[in-house]
């Protein structure tokens, strides 16, 4: 039966079938995990390379990078994902050759929102007070040393929420690696729709989504939080665990993406 | 040995490509127009509206928001299809809702940047809230999120793609069926990025300055 009438009608049949197939789904979710776990961690080290790139003194290297990050940007996520899965197996060599489906999973994933996550990382950078510089250089603190021991740590408070955002777009985008034939969370849920029907499968999917979601907001901010501290700029996780739950939403206004 | 690139099939897959492409444009323009309306019902529900409605919008809103756009599209696919004839409107529809809620926190944002003192000026003047609405809070919201809106539209420009999963013969499937038709990805698909890099990055160059200018 289908239809929301067949959804409540078969809900406990559909829950036992459901447990009968837990390791294919277990399999799958964890897939999609570590695809966007993965592709995340390369997406950061992207977005710090070619943030910071983007604001060096020499041209070139700035050029380099905004070339880099505008083609990743503006060439969608599906064709860079079909471009590492079909086209590169189709090159001649030395360039041809065929990657395993999670490593183009990881690569795509990472690429695409790393171009994202890169204007983040430039703009938070930016948004530092010039103050700042002019105290490390009243201080005679070298450029280096004071980049990573004063502007990064107040960046990174700053970048943490679009950062949040991107890695749920990440997490959303990670669904269509099936077609790459990866078998991802929502690859196995479809395997069972033919015998819960449609309602209930897509419902349980779009749940599993849903928490895993949940859980990158949590870890997010908890980041943010302990940012923020370590910078004297907010309580210590210890007193402010509350506000880990606070929905994403609205913390970014500059709409981050494009 | 067959070269790596052959103009030939980058010139043959082009129609099929130019076809694509105006679906992708179609789906983007009407999503685009679905998701400014309806963002800017449910920023003002959720401003206005008691909480017995606005508390369900809000979790509705962050619900579509953090699933994924693909799981939506095949769902709202299966079980709308028996009723609507057009899988293209099912998904320009399943695209705007999604990005509805993207862009109700953008006119949220803007919303709240409106200073207070105009909410107030306007219960001094006893204006109705509606007209309040309309011609005092809505005008000044727009002007500020009109970037983070643009910028939302080209985002979703480039999530078209994801039709593919609801067979939608947008540009990156017909490159995709090209490619198993001939054996020759290479072109069709390498093609199809370009084309959105050369439709994406003036858009989006635009909107930099668009901001620079309202700034």
Not at chain 2, 97 to 120: C, K, L, N, S
Not at chain 2, 142 to 153: D, F, H, K, S
Request: hydrophobic share 55%; proline share 5%.
């Amino acid at each position: 039966m289908d239809g929301v009438i067949g959804f409540f009608a078969d809900l406990g049949p559909n829950f036992q079938l459901l447990l009968d197939r837990s390791p294919q789904i277990i399999e799958g979710v964890r897939v999609t995990v570590l695809a966007t776990v993965l592709g995340a961690l390369l997406a950061l080290l992207i977005a710090f390379v070619f943030g910071i790139a983007q604001l060096s003194k020499a041209a070139v290297v700035r050029w380099v990078a905004r070339i880099f990050v505008e083609f990743f940007r503006g060439t969608s996520l599906v064709v860079q994902l079909f471009w590492l899965f079909f086209v590169l197996p189709q090159l001649p060599y030395p360039l041809g050759f065929r990657l395993d489906p999670l490593l183009v999973a990881v690569l795509a994933l990472g690429l695409n929102y790393g171009a994202y996550a890169a204007e983040v990382v430039r703009g938070s950078i930016n948004s530092v007070p010039k103050g700042q510089y002019e105290a490390l250089s009243a201080l005679s603190i070298s450029p280096a040393r004071g980049m990573v021991r004063v502007i990064i740590p107040q960046a990174w408070a700053l970048m943490i929420p679009s950062l949040s955002n991107l890695w749920i777009q990440l997490l959303k985008g990670s669904a269509i690696v099936g077609s790459i034939t990866l078998y991802d969370l929502f690859f196995q849920v479809e395997q069972v729709r033919d015998r819960t029907g449609t309602w209930f499968a897509y419902l349980f999917a779009l749940l599993a989504y849903f928490l895993i979601a949940w859980v990158i907001v949590v870890i997010m901010n908890a980041l943010e939080v302990r940012a923020k501290h370590s910078i004297g700029r907010g309580p210590a996780l210890r007193e402010a665990w509350r506000s880990l739950f606070r929905p994403p939403g609205g913390k970014t206004a500059e709409g981050g993406l494009a | 040995m067959s070269s790596w690139w052959s103009w030939e099939h980058a010139i043959g897959a082009l129609p099929t490509l130019l076809d694509g492409f105006k679906i992708t444009l179609l789906a983007t323009v009407l999503g685009t127009l679905i998701a400014l309306v309806l963002g800017l019902i449910v920023a003002i529900i959720r401003r206005s509206a008691p909480s017995i409605v606005s508390a369900p919008v809000t979790g509705v809103v962050e619900f579509v928001r953090m699933t994924p756009l693909v799981v939506q599209l095949v769902f709202a696919n299966l079980v709308l299809s028996p009723y609507v004839d057009s899988t293209l409107a099912i998904g320009i529809w399943v695209l705007g809702i999604h990005y509805t809620t993207y862009m109700a926190e953008v006119y949220r944002a803007g919303i709240d940047a409106v200073p207070t003192g105009q909410w107030e000026a306007a219960t001094a003047l006893s204006l109705p809230r509606s007209r309040t609405w309309r011609a005092v809070i809505v005008p000044q919201a727009i002007r500020n999120t009109l970037p983070a809106l643009g910028n939302y539209a080209i985002s979703m420009f480039k999530e078209t793609p994801f039709f593919f999963v609801i067979y939608i013969p947008e540009m990156v499937r017909n490159a995709q069926t090209y490619g198993g038709d001939t054996f020759r990805y290479t072109e069709a698909i390498t093609l199809a990025g370009l084309i959105f890099l050369a439709a994406s990055y003036p858009t989006s160059l635009l909107i930099r300055r668009l901001e620079k200018k309202l700034a």
